[in-house]
């Protein structure tokens, strides 16, 4: 991703390119306060400079820019509504571990901090500027980190690191959490009454994580389409690209995607009682493709055998052997999406498993793909690598005890991690919760691709929610998905126009046509 580019859909898993890391330059050396110089008592340009230098929860600041109203935040037009500290600092809890962070302190503080999530094997630190502008500009004392190296395109910083393995895996956004609250009370001269989290894929899987292992850092979490269960996703990331491009008799079957995806919303399109493009509940679809299948050889309007046979595959999930389950499949109506992630023959999910398997599951850079075989890798990741990576405990008791509140989403059409993903967490760890079940929501969203995109209304403002549900202490049941003219904009909180809203329905319920009113509008469909 070039730095001038605004590319969204997709991110927070895929990561972003090595040029984006030059948004703030290298830290500069420590520089103390001198001696003999006061620190300031109230916030502002004087006591962010005073900053530079000190150590406060585990953190040495190396840098402290002061922003003001109206100053660039990134690289991508965002801009900051009030003064703004920005501290960069570092931590390093053990050995062969340094772990950086930014932490953006905004002169409107509203009394609260909000931790953010990472993206594919990297921080969010590179850009965050870009993914936090609008959260500073509501007040949010933030932070970001850098998950314990510096971002890149793949794994290869895991060569022989297994701490920056843990600082990834979980390790940064705790100590972040931990130094953050602590810059946070010597600021402004009070600790926050409230700490939020907020990441989707790899991000979803840093806040599963913190809800599970750190239950005491965070009021109130959102996960949005989670990578949670990291090592099946990343063999089914090497199975799916394999089923995609390397099935007997398939060269590819990226010139097949619209075929068959028009093919499933004729069929299921109208479940919700609207035909509008969008499944309401793409579990609710029976759909198999062999009704499109050639009569006589192959054709552009039909699928050969091992055509339907491949879609089948992907619709059915990763599954061993003996028929367990890794990871569910796709539903019928994401075909669009699949292309940039693993039925194109650069798609991004293929690569991220080769990159996983190479550096953090054998340690051996000779490793290929070509050589993958799902049951003996799948279970090497698992022995190797699920106790350190994988969030998939569904006890959230701890978390719940103190209060903690769990917002879960995910978009039906995401062509990275499957929805069923989701459910399958969320309803193991309902279960687990027993009373205190209602303290956790997920919210399937129609059309909605990888954190955000797709054909459908994918813009919801889960944090806001958040926050509503942990002060109010109702469980939201109905949100409200927007679709731009220009959802990348949107996502980056730039001006961009509404064009359609839908609502967004407290898991089991799914969103319902009326009967009456513009399909476009949110107003027209029940919760039901």
């Known amino acids: 991703m070039g730095t001038k580019t605004l590319k969204l859909v997709g991110l927070s898993l895929a990561g972003v390119s090595a040029g984006a890391v030059a948004m703030f330059g290298a830290p500069a050396a420590p520089v103390p306060p001198a001696a003999a110089q006061a620190i300031p008592s109230t916030p502002g340009k004087d006591r962010c400079s005073a900053l530079a230098g000190r150590q406060l929860g585990g953190a040495s600041i190396d840098k402290a820019d002061f922003l003001a109203a109206g100053a660039p935040t990134s690289l991508f037009g965002t801009k900051a509504a009030t003064d703004i500290c920005r501290l960069s600092a570092r931590i390093s809890p053990a050995a ?23 993206g594919g094997f990297n921080g969010s630190l590179s850009i965050d500027g870009l993914l936090l502008t609008r959260h500073i500009n509501d007040g949010y004392a933030s932070l970001s980190t850098d998950a314990g190296h510096d971002a890149a395109d793949g794994a290869k910083w895991a060569h022989r690191q297994p701490e920056k393995i843990i600082d990834f895996a979980h390790r940064a956004n705790h ?23 907020f990441g989707c894929s790899n991000g979803g899987r840093d806040a599963l994580m913190l809800a599970q292992r750190y239950p005491e850092d965070y009021d109130g979490i959102v996960s949005v389409a989670p990578a949670n269960s990291w090592t099946a996703l990343m063999s089914s990331f090497a199975r799916n690209g394999a089923v995609a491009q390397l099935s007997p008799g398939v060269d590819t079957l990226g010139p ?25 509940n793409p579990a609710k679809c029976r759909f198999d493709p062999a009704i499109l299948k050639c009569k006589a050889g192959a054709g552009s309007s039909c699928l050969s055998k091992p055509e339907v046979n491949a879609f089948r595959a992907i619709y059915a999930g990763t599954r061993t052997r003996d028929g367990t389950l890794i990871m569910p499949g796709f539903p019928p109506g994401s075909e669009l999406e699949w292309s940039g992630w693993f039925t194109a023959p650069k798609g991004q999910a293929p690569g991220m498993a080769e990159e996983f398997f190479r550096y953090m599951v ?30 998939t405990d569904a006890d959230l008791g701890p978390f719940a005890k103190r209060g903690g509140k769990l917002l879960m989403s995910h978009g039906w059409d995401d062509p990275a991690i499957p929805a069923g993903s989701s459910i399958n967490y969320f309803e193991s760890a309902r279960a687990s919760l027993g009373s205190r079940a209602d303290q956790l929501r997920l ?24 926050d509503k549900w942990v002060e109010k ?44 009113g513009a399909t476009t509008e949110a107003e027209s469909f029940v919760c039901r």
């Open 473 to 516: 202490g109702t469980a939201p049941e109905r949100l409200i998905a927007t679709k731009y003219e220009d959802d990348k904009l949107a996502f980056a909180g730039l001006a961009t126009k509404p064009i359609q809203t839908r609502p967004a329905c407290a898991w089991p319920k799914t969103p319902h046509y009326k009967g009456s």
């Open 96 to 118: 062969g571990s340094e772990i950086k962070i930014h932490v953006w302190l905004p002169a409107n503080w509203n009394g609260k901090m909000l931790g953010f999530g990472g």
């Open 362 to 391: 054998y340690d051996d850079p000779s490793w290929d793909r070509a050589n993958f075989v799902l049951d003996r890798d799948y279970a090497a990741a698992k022995q190797r690598m699920a106790a350190i990576t994988d969030a």
């Open 175 to 197: 100590v972040g959490a931990i130094a953050t609250k602590a810059i946070v009370s010597d600021y402004y001269n009070s600790p926050a009454k409230r700490s939020y989290f």
């Open 443 to 466: 919210f399937m969203v129609p059309g909605m691709a990888h954190c955000g995109g797709g054909t459908g209304p994918s813009s919801i403002d889960m944090l806001g929610a958040l």
């Open 256 to 280: 097949k995607l619209k075929l068959v995806h028009d093919a499933a919303i004729k069929k299921c399109d109208g479940l919700d009682g609207a035909k509008d493009g969008l499944i309401g």
